[in-house]
C-alpha cells in the first residue's frame, strides 16, 4: 500500500514539475510530459482505489 502511494504521490509531483517547466520556458515537450504524467498518476491512483475497495470486498 506504501508503494502504490508513493507512485502516485511521485507521478504527481513529476507532472507538477513539468507543468512548472512548460510555464517558465514555454516548450511544448514539458507541457507533453505533464499531460503524460498526469494520466499515468490517475491511472495508478484509480487501481490504488481498486485494490482498497477489494480488500474491503474480501
Given at each position: 500500500m506504501v508503494l502504490f502511494r508513493f507512485i502516485?504521490?511521485?507521478?504527481?509531483?513529476s507532472a507538477g514539475v513539468s507543468f512548472?517547466?512548460?510555464i517558465g520556458t514555454g516548450q511544448q515537450r514539458f507541457r507533453a510530459y505533464g499531460i503524460r504524467l498526469l494520466?499515468?498518476?490517475?491511472?495508478?491512483?484509480?487501481?490504488f482505489f481498486g485494490v482498497l475497495v477489494l480488500e474491503r470486498l474480501l
Amino acid at each position: 500500500m506504501v508503494l502504490f502511494r508513493f507512485i502516485v504521490f511521485f507521478l504527481l509531483l513529476s507532472a507538477g514539475v513539468s507543468f512548472a517547466f512548460y510555464i517558465g520556458t514555454g516548450q511544448q515537450r514539458f507541457r507533453a510530459y505533464g499531460i503524460r504524467l498526469l494520466k499515468w498518476a490517475v491511472m495508478a491512483g484509480l487501481g490504488f482505489f481498486g485494490v482498497l475497495v477489494l480488500e474491503r470486498l474480501l
